[in-house]
């Protein structure tokens, strides 16, 4: 089992920037991918960004996000960025790190959530 830890969620107004970090601990192995996700009020989980583990750390990105987040490992440290530059209200959400494991066909562990919030 892998645990995850979020950290860098807060309060900023538009136009600011914020890093998320989310390190992985325990069976790291384990890992294909490592994705954010965020959820806000009254919607749906969405996926913000993904990078692929191994290898070149292939990434993937929403339209809503692309050019303003990226996202980024450190496999030294087993942990996950997003950078978010940019932030808009509409950025508002709480933002989780999940996991893909080998031979799952989705990400199938989750961290606890980090809070985003985007003042005008």
């Known amino acids: 089992q892998v645990q995850l830890e979020e950290s860098g969620g807060g309060l900023v107004q538009a136009g600011d920037s914020l890093r998320l970090s989310c390190a992985a601990s325990?069976?790291?192995?384990?890992?294909?991918?490592m994705g954010w996700f965020r959820q806000a009020p009254g919607k749906e989980r969405e996926l913000v960004a993904g990078?692929?583990?191994?290898?070149?750390?292939?990434?993937l990105y929403a339209d809503s996000v692309k050019g303003r987040f990226t996202i980024s490992r450190d496999l030294a440290k087993n942990t996950v960025y997003l950078q978010m530059n940019s932030l808009q209200p509409d950025d508002t959400a709480v933002y989780y790190c999940?996991?893909?494991?080998?031979?799952?066909?989705?990400?199938?562990?989750w961290g606890q959530g980090t809070q985003v919030t985007v003042s005008s």
């Open positions: 990078i692929t583990w191994r290898g070149e750390g292939t990434t």
């Open positions: 999940a996991q893909q494991s080998f031979g799952k066909a989705r990400y199938d562990n």
């Open positions: 325990g069976r790291t192995s384990s890992v294909a991918a």
